[in-house]
Every structure is written in structure tokens, then in C-alpha cells.
């Protein structure tokens, strides 16, 4: 069974960068199309941005772009979701996900990963 954990997040300011982190264990990761989602308050779960298992195609979602970068390291079973230029309205709760790469389904849409971290809290406050 693929287990997730997420590193990475804090306190940041408007303007500043982290770098979120996601190890799995329990099964070779490169079998697995990777992705984040995040909770933000007020608005529903949204997929932030995915990476196939080989990391040959990404992409991240409107609000991301030209800020997130999505990237992994199937030798070191981990992925990594580079935030720049963070906005207060980035705030939310960050969730590292899974699937089989041979499933199909809507890479930006919740229901099409079975497996999810416990979440790392970002914080985009002055």
C-alpha cells in the first residue's frame, strides 16, 4: 500500500518561496502518476498540479502558473512542488496524491486519486 508523507510547509511572506515535499513508502513510486491538491479556506479541494510517472509530462493549474513548478525524483521515491511568488490566497492546507499510471481520470479532479498525504500546512501571511 502507497503511503504519502509531506514536508515542507510553514510561514511564509507575500512574495516568498517554499518547497513542499512528499515521500512515499510502501511501493516504488515510479509506478505512480503524481499530483497536488490543496484546501483552501472557504473554497473546495483543487488540484494545484500533476506529473506522470516517468516526470516527462506536468502541468499546474491557472492559478499556478509561472510560479509552481512540480518535480520528481523516483530514485529518492519523492516528489517536490516548488512555490514562488506566494499570494496570501495560496493559504490553504497542501495535499501530496497518487495513482496508478494506468488508470484513468481527470488529473486536476480529486476523485481520481486513491491515495493522499496527511497534508502540510502553508501559511502566506505578512
Known amino acids: 500500500q502507497l503511503q504519502l508523507v509531506e514536508s515542507g510547509g510553514g510561514l511564509v511572506q507575500p512574495g516568498g518561496s517554499l518547497r513542499l515535499s512528499c515521500a512515499a513508502s510502501?511501493?516504488?513510486?515510479?509506478?505512480?502518476?503524481l499530483g497536488w491538491f490543496r484546501q483552501v479556506p472557504g473554497k473546495e479541494r483543487e488540484g494545484v498540479s500533476w506529473i506522470s510517472a516517468s516526470g516527462r509530462s506536468a502541468n499546474v493549474n491557472d492559478f499556478a502558473k509561472g510560479r509552481f513548478t512540480i518535480s520528481r525524483d523516483n530514485t529518492k521515491n519523492t516528489a517536490y512542488l516548488q512555490m514562488n511568488n506566494l499570494k496570501p490566497e495560496d493559504t490553504g492546507v497542501y495535499y501530496c496524491?497518487?495513482?496508478?499510471?494506468?488508470?484513468?481520470?481527470?488529473?486536476?479532479?480529486?476523485?481520481?486519486?486513491?491515495?493522499w498525504g496527511q497534508g502540510t500546512q502553508v501559511t502566506v501571511s505578512s
Open positions: 496524491v497518487a495513482k496508478e499510471s494506468w488508470a484513468p481520470g481527470d488529473l486536476l479532479a480529486s476523485r481520481t486519486y486513491p491515495y
Open positions: 510502501g511501493s516504488p513510486l515510479d509506478a505512480y502518476t
